[in-house]
């Protein structure tokens, strides 16, 4: 019998199956296609401290710490960009993260154009220089080579969670797994797992695009929540996130590759962390924020799982 079960190898199933087994508990991670396979594996890889939400700051300024240690970091910056007419909201919420141990700094349109001459910007941002992005390929080689012990099942997709007097059954298309506890860190796939959830969550379908342009080389990555775009350099070129790359950049593009991936939102936009039957878990619908929190999430999940089965051990 396994301690835990973790269901899902994006980047939030992998770190809580590693913060589970460092623990020292018995588990077993699995996916139903390959590890990172789905919308992690598309996402930019974009890690800064400030959000709107204080939790999901909370969150993104533990997991800023832990994966600024890692090798596979670029530390570039980054800009929260605002328009000039919620200056005041966002110089405010400025100064309560700041209050709270955020490094960042507010940039007006005059400093934006001076220190960041290659970038068009219209509005306002919030300058963290401690933020960066990973690649995402390079941080999974990274993980994988310092993860602690624990079996994954990959090409094992999960097709019922089956509870029993004192644990649960994963049903998989070849094998069913006795555990004491279950986490589901899915996407769209978990509501086919855990019905009880439909009316917390949102589906929304991201199109990213990867622009070949002229090189930039570090420049900060950046979210423009007035048109809701962001982009990070990639090799040189721009990787764009939205519809369109008008009005940020100002340089030649020369073609696109264009990926599509769907993303699970929680509608309060905070994502779903919590007990939903006694030994089952969930962890899911941080959407395309859920990389740059994943550290916290996986180390308040681990403290619910233990919390759990130290009671199942007395």
């Given at each position: 019998?396994?301690?835990?079960?973790?269901?899902?190898?994006?980047?939030?199933?992998?770190?809580?199956?590693?913060?589970?087994?460092?623990?020292?508990?018995?588990?077993?991670?699995?996916?139903?296609?390959?590890?990172?396979?789905?919308?992690?594996?598309?996402?930019?890889?974009?890690?800064?401290?400030?959000?709107?939400?204080?939790?999901?700051?909370?969150?993104?300024?533990?997991?800023?710490?832990?994966?600024?240690?890692?090798?596979?970091?670029?530390?570039?910056?980054?800009?929260?960009?605002?328009?000039?007419?919620?200056?005041?909201?966002?110089?405010?919420?400025?100064?309560?993260?700041?209050?709270?141990?955020?490094?960042?700094?507010?940039?007006?349109?005059?400093?934006?154009?001076?220190?960041?001459?290659?970038?068009?910007?219209?509005?306002?941002?919030?300058?963290?220089?401690?933020?960066?992005?990973?690649?995402?390929?390079?941080?999974?080689?990274?993980?994988?080579?310092?993860?602690?012990?624990?079996?994954?099942?990959?090409?094992?997709?999960?097709?019922?969670?089956d509870r029993k007097a004192n644990s649960w059954n994963v049903v998989t298309e070849n094998f069913t797994f006795e555990t004491q506890s279950?986490?589901?860190?899915?996407?769209?796939?978990?509501?086919?797992?855990?019905?009880?959830?439909?009316?917390?969550?949102?589906?929304?379908?991201?199109?990213?695009?990867?622009?070949?342009?002229?090189?930039?080389?570090?420049?900060?990555?950046?979210?423009?929540?007035?048109?809701?775009?962001?982009?990070?350099?990639?090799?040189?070129?721009?990787?764009?996130?939205?519809?369109?790359?008008?009005?940020?950049?100002?340089?030649?593009?020369?073609?696109?590759?264009?990926?599509?991936?769907?993303?699970?939102?929680?509608?309060?936009?905070?994502?779903?962390?919590?007990?939903?039957?006694?030994?089952?878990?969930?962890?899911?619908?941080?959407?395309?924020?859920?990389?740059?929190?994943?550290?916290?999430?996986?180390?308040?999940?681990?403290?619910?799982?233990?919390?759990?089965?130290?009671?199942?051990?007395?």
């Open positions: 019998m396994f301690d835990s079960i973790v269901i899902g190898g994006g980047c939030i199933g992998l770190t809580i199956a590693n913060e589970l087994a460092t623990s020292g508990n018995k588990v077993l991670l699995l996916e139903k296609d390959h590890l990172i396979s789905g919308a992690t594996g598309k996402s930019g890889g974009m890690i800064r401290a400030f959000h709107q939400s204080e939790r999901l700051t909370q969150w993104a300024q533990r997991s800023l710490k832990k994966f600024s240690r890692m090798e596979s970091f670029n530390q570039t910056g980054s800009l929260y960009i605002y328009p000039l007419e919620n200056k005041e909201e966002f110089r405010a919420k400025a100064a309560n993260r700041k209050a709270s141990g955020v490094e960042l700094e507010v940039l007006t349109q005059d400093e934006l154009e001076a220190r960041f001459p290659e970038m068009k910007i219209t509005g306002e941002a919030l300058y963290e220089k401690k933020s960066g992005y990973l690649n995402i390929q390079e941080w999974f080689a990274e993980f994988m080579d310092s993860k602690a012990d624990f079996e994954i099942y990959e090409n094992e997709m999960v097709v019922s969670l279950v986490v589901v860190s899915t996407g769209i796939e978990i509501s086919s797992l855990i019905k009880d959830l439909g009316d917390e969550l949102t589906v929304k379908t991201i199109k990213t695009r990867s622009y070949s342009s002229n090189p930039f080389g570090d420049m900060p990555h950046f979210i423009d929540v007035s048109n809701f775009r962001y982009g990070r350099s990639h090799g040189g070129n721009l990787l764009l996130g939205h519809d369109s790359n008008e009005g940020i950049i100002d340089s030649p593009k020369r073609g696109f590759e264009l990926i599509e991936a769907q993303d699970l939102y929680a509608n309060d936009r905070e994502g779903i962390l919590k007990e939903v039957q006694s030994g089952l878990f969930v962890a899911t619908g941080w959407g395309g924020t859920g990389f740059k929190l994943a550290p916290a999430i996986a180390e308040d999940m681990n403290e619910l799982v233990n919390n759990f089965l130290g009671g199942c051990h007395v």
